[in-house]
């Protein structure tokens, strides 16, 4: 398991790296910058200023010379300084960033737990109207977009029915005490969470069924059976947890559409999450900030795709020795 661990975190390097440089080179191809938009805005109006801050901020360098200057940075946890906030780029995302994993970590609880468990009862309940129901949901659920969905939500069960609010992360002015503000929090999160992983739920639950069909033809299921074995157990104790490795593939390699997603969510449900921060220092040329919020999210990705590869090595132990 040390030896996984190492090989990814060694193989992570050159990703990490991969995703500075194209991001970087993608920014700096974009026109106009941050002291354009200050300029638009008559933030700034003399021109021996402009160029003042065009070399404190390093701009008037080439870009071979800022981008190594960059990945020095970076290699120190300093992704430079948000001239919109007025503050460091590390602080900036760190104040937004648990909101964001918050989500992700709720969505992606909420499409695995449902994705799973539908996939079990279609599979066990192959050919029935359970089965039918069960597709059938998942494929609406898979083709409806999250951010459709969201909407969707909010005027059934925010407008309409009244049962959740329509957006924000806690009450203005609610309960202060430690319960109080984690009821208050869980009931903001529920839309939010929900729209983003019936999304991915959808996709678990076909993935799910088709694996438990395909492992309950197998030899070592038949011979479960033929011990005398209960149904229940054959397929909790043989069948599911050799159908999860595809799961855990999938998982992995969605880790970064979730991220993705959310970002869309939280404009749909004013999540105060990183996805407004990035928006508005996009449309600002905030380009420090987009930077740091890419880069933090890569590293959010890989650590927890190395976290799917330990749980992938641990459900497969063949994958240790490889």
């Not at 974009?30 to 003399?46: H, R």
């Not at 969505?107 to 029935?128: D, E, M, Q």
């Not at 890419?294 to 020795?321: H, T």
């Amino acid at each position: 398991m040390l030896r996984l661990i190492g090989r990814r975190l060694l193989q992570a390097v050159p990703l990490l790296l991969g995703v500075i440089v194209l991001n970087f080179a993608m920014i700096q191809s974009v026109p106009g910058s941050f002291l354009d938009v200050m300029t638009a805005e008559q933030q700034v109006t003399d021109p021996a200023l402009i160029e003042r801050l065009r070399v404190t901020y390093g701009m008037d360098q080439p870009a071979g010379v800022q981008l190594l200057k960059y990945i020095g940075s970076v290699a120190r946890f300093d992704f430079g300084y948000s001239y919109r906030h007025n503050l460091p780029v590390f602080e900036v995302i760190m104040a937004h960033l648990p909101a964001t994993l918050l989500l992700m970590l709720a969505s992606i609880g909420i499409a695995v737990v449902v994705g799973l468990l539908a996939g079990i009862i279609a599979a066990v309940r192959v050919n029935t109207w359970w089965d039918t129901l069960i597709s059938a949901l998942a494929v609406c659920c898979f083709a409806a977009p999250s951010f459709w969905l969201g909407i969707m939500m909010i005027v059934l069960f925010a407008v309409k029915l009244g049962w959740f609010p329509v957006g924000g992360m806690q009450t203005i002015g609610g309960d202060d005490s430690g319960i109080g503000v984690v009821l208050d929090v869980i009931h903001h999160l529920t839309l939010p969470a929900l729209a983003l992983g019936l999304f991915y739920a959808a996709t678990y639950a076909r993935v799910m069924r088709a694996s438990m069909l395909e492992v309950s033809r197998l030899d070592f299921v038949r011979t479960a059976r033929a011990k005398g074995l209960s149904g229940m157990r054959v397929v909790f104790a043989h069948v599911c947890r050799n159908a999860l490795l595809p799961i855990v593939t999938l998982l992995g390699l969605q880790l970064g559409t979730v991220v993705g997603g959310s970002i869309v969510i939280e404009a749909v449900f004013s999540w105060p999450g990183i996805g407004g921060v990035l928006f508005d220092s996009v449309m600002s040329r905030n380009y420090p900030v987009v930077l740091g919020v890419l880069v933090l999210s890569s590293m959010v990705v890989i650590v927890a795709n190395i976290g799917v590869d330990l749980i992938y090595a641990r459900l497969d132990p063949r994958i240790r020795d490889r």
